[in-house]
């Protein structure tokens, strides 16, 4: 089976940084599309950026300029490195990859299970 396994989050003050990292394992053949979401409480999922297997990335307007995603095809991850974090920047992040498993042809979405970040003001 699949797993997407989400690391980097934590507590940081406003204007600091962190780096999200997310790796996904199991039966996996090949990873297209992999980003990165976040949910606030109280709103509704959000997408914060999405990096295609090819390296063509986008981001939400509000992360554009502050956040890099980036991918290391060889580990199977993406990273999502955020500076000059706001309050508003709190929320769980979850990883997300379009992927085909071994032996099937078809293409899943697997979500991993999330990570906190809390930016204190």
């Known amino acids: 089976q699949v797993q997407l396994v989400e690391s980097g989050g934590g507590l940081v003050q406003a204007g600091g940084s962190l780096r999200l990292s997310c790796t996904a394992t199991?039966?996996?053949?090949?990873?297209?599309?992999m980003g990165w979401y976040r949910q606030a409480p109280g709103k509704q999922r959000e997408l914060v950026a999405i990096?295609?297997?090819?390296?063509?990335?986008d981001y939400a307007d509000s992360v554009k300029g502050r956040s890099t995603i980036s991918r290391d095809n060889a580990k199977n991850t993406v990273y999502l490195q955020m500076n000059s974090l706001k309050p508003e920047d709190t929320a769980v992040y979850y990883c997300?990859?379009?992927?085909?498993?071994?032996?099937?042809?078809?293409?899943?979405?697997?979500w991993g299970q999330g990570t906190q970040a809390t930016v204190s003001s």
């Open positions: 990096i295609t297997n090819n390296g063509a990335t």
């Open positions: 199991g039966s996996i053949s090949s990873i297209k599309n």
């Open positions: 997300n990859a379009i992927l085909s498993l071994v032996g099937k042809s078809a293409d899943f979405l697997y």
